[in-house]
């Protein structure tokens, strides 16, 4: 099996990410109580919840107290799922109602960004598209729209090259499409 841990220091407590065999475990009870939330009742809720109750795991991590180092078993759920698990929290506490709307702003970017701006290049594109048919249509190589059609052309693949990145960040997110 292989096993490393890294951390994310959250409000100013460390969050324990478990990578084993290329699946990352965050513990439950640190997300707690930096959200400043209860933690014992979190997990209750996560055990018993209908999706998140089969895919809680135990994990052994090593932790400091009083300056020793000790193994820990934790409860934690794989990243697949904890972000999900985030927005069922409930909780009057300011620091949970915080992250919430930063997330709900994270997403809302994410998404009408992605949206909105690959439809706009779309239908960018596809104008130029039209235009170049239309230049091509009536062009004789000694023509002066000859290189307004080149400035079509490279605008047109301007255009294709955003579409690309775009996709390419939304292929770098895999946990948003897969599965």
Same mark, same amino acid.
């Given at each position: ?9 959250? +409000? ?11 699946? /990352?475990? @965050?513990?439950?009870?640190?997300? $707690? ?8 009742? *979190? ?16 994990? %052994?991590?090593?932790?400091? &107290? ?8 934790? %409860? $934690?759920?794989?990243?697949? /799922?904890? =972000?999900?698990?985030?927005? *069922? ?9 915080? =992250?919430?709307?930063? $997330? =709900?702003?994270?997403? =809302?970017?994410?998404?009408?960004? %992605?949206?909105?701006?690959? &439809? ?7 104008? @130029? !598209? !039209? ?6 249509? *009536?062009?004789?190589?000694? !023509?002066?729209? /000859?290189?307004?059609?080149? +400035?079509?052309? %490279?605008?047109? &693949? ?5 579409? +690309?990145?775009?996709? &390419? ?11």
């Amino acid at each position: 099996m292989n096993k490393h841990e890294k951390f994310l220091e959250f +409000n100013g407590k460390n969050i324990v990410f478990l990578n084993i065999d290329g699946v /990352y475990w @965050i513990a439950l009870k640190p997300i $707690c109580e930096a959200l400043n939330i209860d933690a014992f009742r *979190s997990i209750k809720n996560v055990k018993s919840d209908p999706i998140l109750g089969s895919e809680w795991s135990k994990q %052994t991590t090593q932790v400091s &107290k009083n300056g020793k180092k000790q193994l820990r078993n934790v %409860t $934690c759920l794989s990243e697949k /799922y904890i =972000y999900g698990w985030l927005f *069922s929290l409930r909780s009057d506490s300011k620091e949970l109602i915080e =992250y919430k709307r930063t $997330c =709900y702003e994270l997403l =809302y970017n994410h998404f009408h960004g %992605t949206i909105t701006n690959r &439809k706009e290049i779309l239908l960018e594109r596809n104008k @130029i !598209d !039209d235009e170049i048919f239309l230049i091509k249509k *009536s062009l004789k190589e000694e !023509d002066d729209k /000859y290189q307004e059609l080149e +400035n079509l052309i %490279t605008k047109r &693949k301007a255009l294709s090259n955003q579409l +690309n990145i775009i996709d &390419k960040e939304l292929v770098k997110q895999p946990e948003l499409f897969s599965n």
